[in-house]
């Protein structure tokens, strides 16, 4: 039996309730007819939820009044060689912060990730790591 007619027939005892069960599964009759013929209100099969807009959520910036801490994470001499062969130039830094709590001691961690760039505009050239 549908979930929807069982919640209605919770009101009723075991007995009755698998009674009624066993009774709808023999019969030929829809959900909705069942329910009629035995006086029962049926669960409607549509409900309407309004609709509503949801806020982009935002991740709020760390204190800045917390200790910062950088690890710098760069290329090798190797790989600042453009497939070109010449050699990359540094273009931007990208940072990222993680809040690190060790022992009471509260601060935070700038990964600093350096980009290089050819400077005769290969378009692979761009290199992160």
Avoid at 13 to 19: D, F, G, I, L, Y
Avoid at 52 to 80: M, S
Wanted: aromatic share 4%; glycine share 4%.
């Amino acid at each position: 039996m549908p979930k929807r007619v069982q919640t209605k027939l919770k009101r009723l005892s075991q007995a009755e309730r698998q009674e009624l069960s066993a009774e709808w599964e023999a019969s030929d009759l829809n959900q909705a007819e069942f329910c009629r013929q035995k006086g029962i209100e049926a669960a409607e099969d549509e409900v309407t939820i309004p609709e509503h807009t949801r806020k982009k959520a935002e991740r709020k910036g760390l204190a800045q009044n917390l200790p910062r801490k950088q690890i710098i994470h760069d290329l090798t001499g190797d790989e600042k060689i453009c497939s070109c062969g010449c050699e990359l130039t540094h273009i931007d830094d990208e940072i990222t912060e993680q809040l690190d709590i060790v022992s009471a001691k509260i601060y935070v961690i700038q990964h600093v990730c350096k980009k290089y760039a050819c400077k005769h505009g290969c378009e692979n050239s761009l290199e992160l790591r």
